[in-house]
């Protein structure tokens, strides 16, 4: 009876020989949503973080408002005002159907990515904030004495003392990133998720594609967490005191 069991579960995944290509192609779209998020999203983090720390009234009070809006707002209710509501407005603008950026203007792959940045810019900069302020103001007082100022006290000790501070939570960050990329198909962005509904729906099968969802996106955090860990024990070496 345990082998009909097995056999049984087994013939549930015999639809992945037919649809490995959209599967993978799927995957390839989630890393992508989640490679360009992550390359813009941890810039963008830093300015904010820096703009949060900011004597500036105009600079930190703009810096406040942002992570205020992005962290007090559902992520999924910003990409649906990004691509439904900013992405409505840009037909109506004359002859821009004819221009060159037409086509990323009505590709919710952008909006997706655009929302995604500035989660990560939101959640992260304010991490950055923290970071930054964690950092011993004796540190600082020593790197002008030798010299170092402006922008090079920031490249040279601030910034790279306050990365080291808050290295442990980028692992986190990123894997909460690449499952918000879940997001994406919501807005007819054919990622794992995306492609798997339409498998769901020609094959009128619900909770195995659903396990290929979850494996994928497990598989895909085990190794983000393997290569922040190494990542991390290596920045631990360079920044080691002599």
Not at 203 to 223: C, D, F, N
Request: hydrophobic share 50%.
């Amino acid at each position: 009876m345990s082998t009909d069991l097995a056999s049984s579960f087994f013939d549930n995944f015999t639809w992945i020989g037919k649809y490995w290509p959209m599967i993978l192609g799927g995957f390839w779209t989630t890393l992508q949503l989640l490679f360009f998020s992550l390359l813009l999203g941890y810039p963008l983090a830093i300015l904010v973080g820096f703009g949060r720390v900011s004597k500036n009234k105009f600079i930190y009070g703009l810096a406040t408002g942002f992570v205020s809006v992005i962290r007090g707002t559902p992520l999924l209710v910003q990409l649906f005002i990004l691509y439904f509501g900013l992405g409505s407005l840009f037909p109506a603008i004359p002859h821009i159907r004819q221009s060159f950026i037409w086509p990323v203007l009505k590709d919710g792959y952008y909006y997706v990515i655009l929302a995604l940045v500035l989660s990560v810019g939101g959640y992260v900069g304010e991490i950055m904030r923290g970071a930054l302020l964690s950092v011993p103001r004796g540190e600082l007082e020593a790197g002008r004495a030798y010299g170092f100022h402006g922008f090079s006290l920031v490249r040279r000790i601030w910034l790279p003392r306050a990365m080291q501070a808050m290295m442990p939570t980028f692992a986190g960050e990123t894997v909460l990133c690449l499952k918000s990329t879940a997001l994406a198909y919501l807005v007819s962005v054919q990622d794992l998720l995306g492609q798997i509904n339409i498998i769901r729906s020609r094959e009128a099968i619900t909770y195995t594609p659903l396990l290929v969802v979850a494996v994928g996106y497990l598989l895909a955090t085990l190794v983000i967490e393997a290569v922040f860990r190494r990542f991390e024990a290596n920045f631990a070496k360079t920044t080691r005191p002599a």
